[in-house]
């Protein structure tokens, strides 16, 4: 058998799940829930720029899932399947276990089957993931769905997975004793799939964390045609945090990325419901400001005046158009 499909049997072929088709032909087919409508993302990781070339395989296996895992829950989806596209520089069997192993634990522990995919050879490891889920059409948590008056929410912590990139690019030495701490935040994030279900119904827009809070609650604020007022003391900071500088705190809180958290917003009348949907997801939900109806995308401090935004965000063709 070529050592392309051995690649294929050994590492990623499971049995599908009853009901489905998966790895072996040229599509896999699956059923959608009746009723719903299938939520889909992708999100490609490329080495150096995503991971670090020797980054612990497993850690990385978990997190490209993870990622992907964590657009379904700012849609409130429900995960039902997903595919691997795997480009490699040479097979490297303990790379591939290891890998294989963290994409698939996490795979199973939120019931979303690996179906499909493709293996190429190529210059760097490149991993592209799309997700399919299930969501009733009209309970999706749309990043337009935002109104004026909504609170802005956002789960866990922030900052921790910021500076421990920052730790690893060799910034902030006399920091450095913070990275075990914090690395978990950077290399193994959760996808809040529990807390967006249940938002279903009590929140408006929701965004997963991936380049920045102000980047990506912008998103929220475009689409929405919505102004923020945010109270920067209410920004949850990661706990391995605690004492650090208050400028580069603040930098990370506004916009480190690689958060895997959820930005969502709701009407003040829901905040006991966030509050126990929140308690039986098992993740803390902190209140960060309100829409406001004004120039979409303006951001104010809790004093109304414009907010100083020194880190824009993570951005791939930064200074490039
Ligand atoms: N090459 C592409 N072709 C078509 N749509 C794309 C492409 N790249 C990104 N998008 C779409 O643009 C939107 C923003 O993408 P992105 O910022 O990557 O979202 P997210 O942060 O949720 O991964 C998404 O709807 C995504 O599907
Ligand atoms: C080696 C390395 N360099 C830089 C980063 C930081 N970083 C890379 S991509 C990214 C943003 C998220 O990735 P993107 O492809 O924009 O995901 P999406 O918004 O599409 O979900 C961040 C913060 C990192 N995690 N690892
Ligand atoms: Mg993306």
Redesign the pocket.
Known sequence: MAAEFDLIRKYFTQSAPQGMLGVGDDCALFPVPAGQTCAVST???VE?????PDVDPVLLGHKALA?NL??LAAMGAEPLACVLGLSLPAVDAVWLDGFSRGFLALAREYGCPLVGGDTTRGPQVCISVTVFGAVPAAQALRRDAGRPGDDIWVSGTLGG??IA?QL??GKLPGEAWRLPGLRGA?ECPAPQLALGRRLRGIAHAAI?I???LLQDLGHILAASACAARLDVRALPAHPGLAGMDEDILLDALLG???VYQLCFTAAPQQREQVAQAAAAAGVAVSRIGVLEAGPAGLLLDNQGAPLHVRRAG?D?FEGQS
């Open positions: 999100d490609l990781l150096g720029r995503h991971f670090f990622v964590s657009d997975a910021d990139l690893l690019q950077l997963d991936s380049d920045g480190g990325g690689d993570f791939h």
